[in-house]
């Protein structure tokens, strides 16, 4: 028997799938060039699964994704202490994660 997965279940998805992308980079187990790939397949994703049902929830993985790839594109030196722009936008990645987690995890609440 195959399931399908609702609009709003196949965004909390696609939204995990950021969080996940993003956090690997965070944590230094991605690179750049890696969180540039996560990214391109987030937005193609984000194309997909885009409707009225699920615009407004899908505006924080937007963002997410647009932070992931200016990041990526971003020549980042060896050593990030050196580089303030580098530290800022991890700090706008790791913002807005925690913005899509709140967000799933209210959606989540909200179909219950």
Do not use: C
Request: glycine residues 2%.
């Amino acid at each position: 028997m195959q399931q399908h997965l609702t609009r709003a279940e196949q965004a909390n998805l696609i939204a995990g799938h950021a969080v996940s992308y993003a956090t690997a980079y965070l944590d230094g187990r991605h690179t750049a060039q890696q969180l540039a790939d996560n990214a391109d397949r987030l937005f193609l994703d984000l194309l997909v699964i885009s409707n009225p049902e699920t615009s407004a929830f899908l505006v924080p993985v937007q963002l997410l994704a647009v932070a992931m790839m200016r990041t990526a594109r971003r020549k980042i030196p060896d050593s990030l202490d050196t580089d303030a722009l580098a530290e800022r936008w991890h700090a706008v990645m790791a913002a807005l994660v925690e913005l899509v987690l709140n967000e799933s995890r209210q959606l989540n609440k909200d179909r219950a």
